[in-house]
T-cell receptor, first 112, second 112 residues
Framework: DGGITQSPKYLFRKEGQNVTLSCEQNLNHDAMYWYRQDPGQGLRLIYY???????QKGDIAEGYSVSREKKESFPLTVTSAQKNPTAFYLC???????????FGSGTRLTVV | DQQVKQNSPSLSVQEGRISILNCDYTNSMFDYFLWYKKYPAEGPTFLIS?????DKNEDGRFTVFLNKSAKHLSLHIVPSQPGDSAVYFC???????????FGAGTILRVKS
């Protein structure tokens, strides 16, 4: 079955450490996205990528970095520069930009 | 600047009754709208969508209405079931657009 996989489901990080969240899809989708969910704020776009080796900043990109070396993979690094990293992170993909998103099951990141 | 607004953070409905979730948008360039449903600790799943050339789209118990002049859309669930209890996100995209813009979400609780 095709789908989008995020790992790990739960992640704990010490303050000052970088951490990378994995996102893999086998849907042959061109576009991939990272969102962050905080209570009462909905889904906010961090980064998105329309094609391999290309990505754009979303609304809240500060303190995050991404890469898109393969069509299937779009890892997100939460750096120590991100002031409030504790959140639920969602990865999504779509066959063309803006239509028919498929979401992963999310990663809950907690800074301890 | 929130381009997609869901002004009701939560809604409580009795089982069997109608649930009406509302969404307003400010950008007249949006021409495709979607509703997603999300359970805790899971990714959102697509529910129903509507193009701006239509004013209604129906899928089983779910109907979405679009009022372009008022820049307003609503999701009707009839009859509501306890399994419908979830967070519902409204999203919008521009034609040939590059990303979905999400509202803050509405928590629906269906009481049995």
């Amino acid at each position: 079955d095709g789908g989008i996989t995020q790992s790990p489901k739960y992640l704990f990080r010490k303050e000052g450490q970088n951490v990378t969240l994995s996102c893999e899809q086998n849907l042959n989708h061109d576009a991939m996205y990272w969102y962050r969910q905080d209570p009462g704020q909905g889904l906010r776009l961090i980064y998105y990528s329309q094609i391999v080796n290309d990505f754009q900043k979303g609304d809240i990109a500060e303190g995050y970095s991404v890469s898109r070396e393969k069509k299937e993979s779009f890892p997100l690094t939460v750096t120590s520069a991100q002031k409030n990293p504790t959140a639920f992170y969602l990865c999504a993909s779509s066959p063309q930009t803006g239509v028919g998103y498929t979401f992963g099951s999310g990663t809950r990141l907690t800074v301890v | 600047d929130q381009q997609v607004k869901q002004n009701s953070p939560s809604l409580s409905v009795q089982e069997g009754r109608i649930s009406i979730l509302n969404c307003d948008y400010t950008n007249s360039m949006f021409d495709y709208f979607l509703w997603y449903k999300k359970y805790p600790a899971e990714g959102p799943t697509f529910l129903i969508s509507i193009s701006s050339i239509k004013d209604k789209n129906e899928d089983g118990r779910f109907t979405v209405f679009l009022n372009k002049s008022a820049k307003h859309l609503s999701l009707h669930i009839v009859p509501s079931q306890p399994g419908d209890s979830a967070v519902y996100f409204c999203a919008a995209v521009m034609e040939y657009g590059n990303k979905l813009v999400f509202g803050a979400g509405t928590i629906l609780r269906v009481k049995s």
